[in-house]
């Protein structure tokens, strides 16, 4: 009851058939202006004609053309949203295996809620911006990518999957938090409820806010899924595809992918992974990385991360590539066929 009444406090105050052949992918970062705060760092995956060779990212090696020429012109773009606590790094697997196919992929550090600071953890509100602003430079020619703003999706994990839902128009009930942690208080996100207004950190409710229209989302382990009812989805209807960790030990079945699938205004392309637990998700770990944070990067007894991200990747690169696809043009080729690295 006492987590209920500091939460209650908290919140009066404050078309193709397949996936395109894979082709080089440059690499760069830009810095976003957000606001009155700092600089959003924003890494991007793109498709390019220059030859890659093995490249640090953060913790990661990968085979990029760093700041090579972009390769295509009104290219689709999706924007990568990381959960709590992660990085731009956390998902650099999908967005590489997007520009392989043709696909722009940016990934930002959601700031104040990221792997070196979560003061900002509360900050729901400040994370859809974030995201937003993100987008919205791309699409205005950021970066000088070329992105068609007719072919914009998102991609989204954990707090991240909150982060896009919201940003594609969904509106999260929040009130709906008090009984979810009333009920059931051992709950990973009522843990971090309690930690965090017990320090004095409220939880700021989302304000809708100008975005890039998004014309499709994959939504991976949704957090606070449970706050999001039909009415509150009624204006996602782009296609969705929605994926559960089978074994999910953060946010457990039925209270957050369960909700969300029900409440979409049309079904999503639902895939539940069979042995997988939350960070399964991310990205499959290097050994430096696995022994440093060994807590996101063990998987359970058989199962296989790495292999599993061969399907999870395949599956998002074809869902996207369907998605976006440019409308074909009389007398010309597809879009895809004019972006095809």
Known sequence: MGRAWMWTMCLAMGS??????????????????????????????????????????????????????????????????????????????????????????AALDHAGDDWRDRSRVLDLDGRVGQFTTVAAALVAGQGGLGIDPARVGAFGFSAGGFTVLAAAGGRPDLDRIGPHCA??????????????????????????????????????????????????????SMPVQLWQAGDDEILPAPHYVEPVAAALPHPPDLHVVEGARHYDFLVPCPPDLARTVPEICQSAPGFDRAAFHARFNAAIVAFFDQALARAPQAGGPSGAQRNAP
């Not at 793109?46 to 990212?57: G, S």
């Not at 014309?215 to 996602?236: E, H, I, M, S, Y």
């Open 16 to 105: 193709l058939s397949g996936p395109a052949s894979a082709g080089s992918v440059g690499f760069r970062t830009i810095a976003v202006v957000d606001g009155t705060g700092a600089p959003l760092e924003v890494a991007i995956w793109y498709p390019t004609k220059a030859a890659p060779r093995p490249t640090r990212i953060g913790p990661l090696v990968q085979d990029v053309a760093p700041d090579a020429a972009t390769a295509g012109r009104d290219l689709p773009l999706v924007v990568l949203s990381h959960g709590t606590g992660g990085g731009l790094t956390s998902h650099a697997d999908t967005a590489l295996a997007l520009a392989e196919a043709g696909i722009v992929a």
């Open 183 to 236: 009920t059931l208080p051992d709950f990973y996100d009522c843990r971090l409820l309690a930690q965090e207004t017990g320090q004095g950190r409220c939880l700021r409710p989302v304000v809708p806010a100008p975005a890039p229209p998004l014309a499709a989302l994959v939504v991976a382990a949704p957090a606070l899924g449970f706050t999001f009812t039909r009415p509150g989805l009624a204006d996602v």
